[in-house]
């Protein structure tokens, strides 16, 4: 591709609008171009780079035995009526009509439309296992599109949907997308970390996800080598502790804390720590609200906590009124003495001796609170996020957190759509089974973002080879002066493009500085400088995009380099 053909606009300035710097990077090097809000056009140099991640990612379902398809993005209510969705799936469901009044959205996601293709095709247990997959574009109207297409509201994903015959058969299913899915984000030259999650809107029992490492992702990851364990911390277990807990050393005392409202003021006031503390917070429950009891330093963990019994799913804060009504008290002077509600104590509130609450009585709060004194001996439950240092579920280490961006999950649905929505196939004995279903999902434009956060400098992008929109740029120098450097860039263009390479021609009337600067930018791998001086010397300016320092190379030696370097 010759440079001056191919269309592309870099900026120099950061763009306000950016916040992390994939997504300045993006703008930058002109991968992409924002229509709307969490809406993208990829533009020609970054839909090359798609293009590579979608390939890499068809060439390894393919290998796993997937079967591609493409489904509508428009998808009929009825079906998600079958499943029971169309109420819950909220405002993510970008929800519309066609010109009978009929209703239709627009796919977040296919578990409806494939389970309808698995109930009219799928007949017998002979033709099972069998995984269907696409490469589609998908709109779920997010809350706070961000990051660029990172967290953009349409996007593209690799969506499959497996079928067996029984729960043994998924397993096999799902181990295989696991395998995939790992191959696919080592070609990719990612560092990544699969980890046990949650199943969220799309249900189901076991389900997984990968995280590409990072520190700007949005996901806390919990992990310890030494146990081989790796949770979302959304997902991440506590447990009760071992310890005992301290006597009680002081007696229960009421004081007046006027204008304190949190943690941090009672422990200003009081000159103690947040972990000496509680904090009390007021959900909605199916009758009446519900009392989450925590350590004043610990953060209430929703995904765990919404799956209590009685408490309602999402999680939600009771409003003010609620809570006063039923406390007599206000937010910042709640707490479990006396309080006329079910309680669930967190696990690592049992530990606590001597600790500080809030008296439900505005500006007053307790000293001194013990249990089996002031409380009754508390139940507890798993209700926090978990910190540095837990000790992790096979109890052999603790805990440290990394943060991640999800790049994909997979999921062992069994037969939540199979059952709802009838698909069932004849098994040996002729009897009508459920199917067991697994989907496994990959964001494919997400991918290509969460690549450069982890593949940059203050230059610009790195790309891992797999993923570059070029494999190597020519710059020449003097290109519109000199006919030797004109003659042997052609000639270098011609070999290189023949051997298969994708090269990026730079053949602008520009200053070598500013090509310098734009190949940086846009994070192609190789580059080869041409000019009068080295051509006379045989050889050719060579620098990879990793290294600091360009280095002389025989123009033989320098070819030799970059088939070698197979760089896709
Ligand atoms: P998240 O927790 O980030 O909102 P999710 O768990 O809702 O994602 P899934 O339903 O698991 O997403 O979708 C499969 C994959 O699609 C995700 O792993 C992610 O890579 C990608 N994806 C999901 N939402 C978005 C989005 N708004 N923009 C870009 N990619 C997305
Ligand atoms: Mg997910």
């Known amino acids: 591709m010759r440079f001056s053909e191919f269309g592309l606009t870099t900026l120099k300035e950061v763009p306000a609008e950016a916040e992390i710097v994939s997504h300045q990077l993006m703008l930058r090097a002109g991968l992409v171009r924002r229509l709307a809000s969490g809406l993208f056009t990829w533009m020609p140099i970054g839909l090359r780079i798609l293009r590579k991640v979608e390939t890499v990612v068809r060439e390894e379902m393919d290998r796993a035995g997937a079967l591609e398809l493409l489904m509508p993005a428009v998808q009929p209510a009825e079906l998600w009526e079958e499943s029971g969705r169309w109420d819950q799936y909220g405002p993510l469901l970008l929800r519309m009509q066609d010109r009978h009044d009929r209703n239709f959205c627009f796919g977040p996601t296919h578990e409806e439309v494939i389970t309808d293709i698995a109930r009219r095709e799928l007949r017998s247990y002979k033709q099972l296992p069998v995984n269907f997959y696409q490469v589609q574009t998908k709109f779920r109207d997010e809350i706070r599109p961000r990051f660029g297409v990172m967290r953009a509201r349409e996007f593209i994903m690799k969506d499959a949907y497996s079928f067996d015959i029984d729960q043994a058969g998924l397993q096999a299913s799902y181990e295989k997308m696991h395998a995939a899915y790992s191959a696919i984000f080592t070609r990719l030259g990612l560092k990544f970390r699969v980890v046990d999650a949650d199943s969220g809107e799309i249900g189901g029992s076991r389900s997984q996800e990968f995280h590409v490492l990072a520190d700007s992702g949005e996901d806390a990851i919990a992990y310890c080598d030494a146990d081989r364990y790796a949770s979302n911390v959304e997902t991440a277990a506590t447990f009760p502790a071992s310890a005992p807990r301290p006597a009680a050393a002081q007696s229960l005392e009421k004081i007046a804390t006027p204008g304190v409202r949190t943690i941090e003021d009672l422990c200003r006031l009081l000159d103690i720590l947040p972990s000496q503390t509680i904090k009390t917070l007021i959900v909605d429950g ?10 004043g330093d610990h953060e209430l963990n929703a995904v765990k906590t919404q799956k209590l019994d009685g408490i309602a799913s999402p999680l939600t804060m009771a409003d003010t009124a609620t809570i006063v009504k039923a406390t007599g008290s206000e937010p910042g002077s709640l707490g479990p003495v006396g309080l006329d509600m079910p309680v669930y104590f967190d696990h690592a509130v049992a530990r606590l ?3 500080s609450c809030g008296a439900n009585e505005v500006g007053h709060h307790y000293t001194g609170v013990n ?14 996020n978990v910190v540095v240092g837990d000790p992790t579920p096979g109890g052999k280490g603790t805990l440290s957190i990394t943060r991640g961006i999800e790049v994909g999950h997979i999921f062992q649905l069994g037969d939540k759509y199979s059952t709802a929505m009838g698909a069932t196939v004849q098994d040996p004995k002729g009897k009508n089974q459920v199917m067991s279903m697994g989907c496994y999902g990959i964001g494919i434009t997400r991918i290509v973002g969460a690549a450069i956060e982890q593949n940059h400098d203050e230059n610009g992008i790195i790309w891992p080879g797999p993923l570059a929109p070029f494999d190597v740029v020519l710059v020449p120098i003097n290109l519109q002066r000199s006919d030797v450097v004109r003659e042997a860039a052609e000639a270098l263009y011609e070999e290189l493009t023949a051997s298969g ?4 021609f730079d053949d602008r009337d520009a200053r070598p500085g500013v090509k310098f600067a734009d190949a940086e930018l846009i994070g192609i791998p190789h580059r080869l400088v041409i ?5 006379a010397a045989g050889e050719l300016e060579y620098r990879h995009r990793s290294e600091s320092e360009s280095r002389n190379l025989k123009r033989e030696e320098a070819l030799k380099l970059l088939e070698n370097s197979s760089v896709s």
């Open 286 to 295: 199916s009758d009446g609200p519900v009392a989450l009891v925590l350590r």
């Open 353 to 355: 001796a001597d600790f």
């Open 371 to 384: 249990f089996g004194r002031d409380l009754p001996e508390p139940q507890t439950v798993d209700i926090r």
């Open 501 to 504: 390479l994708d090269v990026l």
């Open 531 to 535: 000019s009068e001086r080295n051509l």
